[in-house]
């Protein structure tokens, strides 16, 4: 099993960062994609990774995941064929569909229902896969009118391409464009623009192995993986959060770092081969490393 350690803090040098977590042995470093949330700012994504890449040699990046409510289709196949060339070939697109309400509203964007939300990911994985692998792209659907001549640069093989699903829809017309997905157990937690915790507590682990096998009937050779909140330590927040989420499977992923790593790699019995760490602090790195890469 492999782990992806996700960079959320504006707060922190992106080069220091991606260094420390190449050093400690995460295989792949990502970055999230928001303006801001209620509770903190976000870094740029593409600014960000260029970074990263920059500063690193051996660990894989990733987008965890581009926000298709932010993002023009046309510019994710643009700027992971570049980052690809940067990267010298580490680059994975992860694309999702977007969920938060206020960040879309708040920044002036439209923010779409559930239904449409879906539609709008279906069709812009079309034209991004199409567009990484063939270079151009001419669509008229119902979300979006492509006529895209040329985009690029081109490189010896394009980026994977990494979708994150979370309900039937996507999972039945987003998987089957992806190089690898992405469960996104704690969908229903977000549904309504908003990370509801009383939502998270009742997720349970019956219902990451439905998605997984709902993916396997669509796609049964693709590689999957998990995204999932964490937090690792003993500070005031991760306890509360802990308390508040206690005996529950995402209750899991919050705590002492040994309980924490522990839950984690027992995700591989659902037959998961990657998971995505996103912790509410940067503290948890330090910490989860000796217990999940062996480094630290």
């Not at 990733?62 to 690809?84: D, G, K, M, Y």
Request: proline share 6%.
């Amino acid at each position: 099993m492999e782990f992806v350690a996700n960079l959320m803090s504006v707060d922190v040098d992106p080069v220091a960062w991606a260094r420390d977590r190449e050093a400690e042995g995460w295989q792949v470093l990502g970055c999230a994609d928001h303006f801001f949330t209620d509770t903190r700012a976000y870094p740029h994504l593409w600014v960000t990774l260029t970074a990263m890449a920059t500063a690193t040699t051996t660990a894989r990046l990733t987008s965890c995941f581009a926000n298709n409510l932010l993002r023009s289709p046309v510019e994710l196949a643009q700027a992971a064929l570049q980052l690809q060339r940067v990267s010298d070939g580490r680059f994975e697109l992860g694309v999702g569909a977007g969920w938060s309400r206020d960040e879309i509203v708040g920044a002036g964007l439209h923010y779409p229902e559930p239904s449409e939300r879906a539609g709008r990911y279906a069709e812009s994985m079309a034209a991004v896969r199409a567009l990484l692998h063939e270079g151009r792209y001419v669509h008229e659907g119902r979300w979006y009118r492509f006529a895209v001549t040329a985009t690029g640069p081109r490189v010896p093989e394009p980026p994977p391409l990494v979708a994150s699903v979370g309900g039937p829809r996507t999972i039945r017309e987003v998987s089957p464009l992806a190089d690898r997905v992405e469960l996104k157990a704690i969908s229903a937690a977000t549904r309504n623009g908003a990370l509801d915790i009383a939502g998270l507590a009742a997720i349970d682990r019956d219902h990451v192995a439905r998605l997984a096998d709902a993916v396997r009937a669509v796609r049964p050779d693709v590689p999957l993986s998990l995204f999932v909140l964490c937090s690792a330590g003993t500070d005031a927040r991760t306890a509360a959060i802990s308390r508040a989420l206690s005996g529950s499977f995402i209750g899991g992923f919050f705590g002492e770092p040994a309980q924490v790593a522990e839950h984690v790699r027992s995700l591989a019995e659902l037959g998961l081969d990657r998971v995505q760490l996103s912790p509410f602090s940067d503290d948890a790195w330090p910490l989860l490393a000796p217990l999940l890469t062996g480094n630290g």
